[in-house]
T-cell receptor, first 110, second 116 residues
Framework: DAKTTQPNSMESNEEEPVHLPCNHS???????IHWYRQLPSQGPEYVIH???SNVNNRMASLAIAEDRKSSTLILHRATLRDAAVYYC???????????FGAGTILRVKS | DSGVTQTPKHLITATGQRVTLRCSPR?????VYWYQQSLDQGLQFLIH???????AKGNILERFSAQQFPDLHSELNLSSLELGDSALYFC???????????????FGSGTRLTVV
């Protein structure tokens, strides 16, 4: 399974944008980039995924570098409810198993 | 409510015992995945079932087994329990056709197992 590297933790102020980076230098041409988050005492929650182009949904935006060796999850206006562990995961298109790393702990200050 | 139901929410049992965790996937989802989350190991993939068939195995101990029934619910059986098996066990389901189409996981809220 291709690996990702994320910062252990990040801090943000409420109402400000947050950019969560992820490095995946060994990504193959067919790997999808998935982001999940896990709020305290809950199961992980799907956030967004993409292959090559930038993606937007109601929760976040995903910016993928042109060489696909890195990506950034963007929360446009952080709220206290966004405090969670954010996981960046690569998925090959022939297997649906997701391998979770340690993720980034996002703290949001009011 | 994510649509994935896990029971029980909490389970306390003694070492050496056997327990069964149950998962009902979201309506229409054919795949079920089991994960174990302990404090020191993070989320570890255990096993994947698709429409009743085992599709992939991860770090699942021989003392653990799972199955998916015709109604698509799944059970994870843990036997000869040890203190180190104490963890959160999550089930996830997904819409996929078993051949590549995949739209993400929906996780349940987990079963917290405490072995004493």
């Amino acid at each position: 399974d291709a690996k990702t590297t994320q910062p252990n933790s990040m801090e943000s102020n409420e109402e400000e944008p947050v950019h969560l980076p992820c490095n995946h230098s060994t990504i193959s041409g067919t790997d999808y980039i998935h982001w999940y988050r896990q709020l305290p005492s809950q199961g992980p929650e799907y956030v967004i995924h993409g292959l090559t182009s930038n993606v937007n949904n109601r929760m976040a935006s995903l910016a993928i570098a042109e060489d696909r060796k890195s990506s950034t999850l963007i929360l446009h206006r952080a709220t206290l409810r966004d405090a969670a562990v954010y996981y960046c995961i690569l998925r090959d298109p022939y297997g649906n198993k997701l391998v979770f790393g340690a993720g980034t702990i996002l703290r949001v200050k009011s | 409510d994510s649509g994935v139901t896990q029971t029980p929410k909490h389970l306390i049992t003694a070492t050496g015992q056997r327990v069964t965790l149950r998962c009902s996937p979201r309506s229409g989802d054919l795949s079920v995945y089991w994960y174990q989350q302990s404090l020191d190991q993070g989320l570890q993939f255990l096993i994947h079932y698709y429409n009743g068939e085992e599709r992939a195995k991860g770090n699942i101990l021989e003392r653990f087994s799972a199955q998916q029934f015709p109604d698509l619910h799944s059970e994870l059986n843990l036997s000869s329990l040890e203190l180190g098996d104490s963890a959160l066990y999550f089930c996830a389901s997904s819409v996929d056709n078993g051949q590549g189409a995949f739209y993400g996981y929906t996780f349940g809220s987990g079963t917290r197992l405490t072995v004493v």
